[in-house]
């Protein structure tokens, strides 16, 4: 299966690694705080489940992480939290 480009997030759908399934509703939010533009790329996404709206960081949605295992090189298990489902896969 081809690698999605974190870059270019869109309307996709992601799988998230504990299982839900979800939709980038726009993934070039600007984060403030107190009225300060702080400069943090946000994903706002929702649930496809329940229609509950997140958000996280640009970072955070596409950060490697590890559920403690480990491969048979003994190197921590990686992947992304928030997986790219391509179009036309079944949900």
Not at 24 to 39: F, R, Y
Not at 46 to 64: A, D, K, W
Request: hydrophobic residues 35%.
């Amino acid at each position: 299966m081809k690698e999605h480009d974190p870059q270019t997030v869109g309307p996709n759908v992601y799988r998230h690694y504990k299982g839900g399934l979800y939709r980038v509703l726009d993934d070039n939010v600007m984060c403030s705080t107190n009225g300060l533009d702080d400069g943090k790329r946000m994903v706002l996404y929702v649930s496809m489940t329940n229609g509950r709206v997140f958000t996280r960081t640009h970072e955070q949605f596409f950060e490697l992480i590890t559920d403690g295992t480990l491969t048979k090189e003994a190197q921590p298990r990686l992947f992304r939290r928030f997986a790219w489902v391509p179009k036309g896969v079944k949900l």
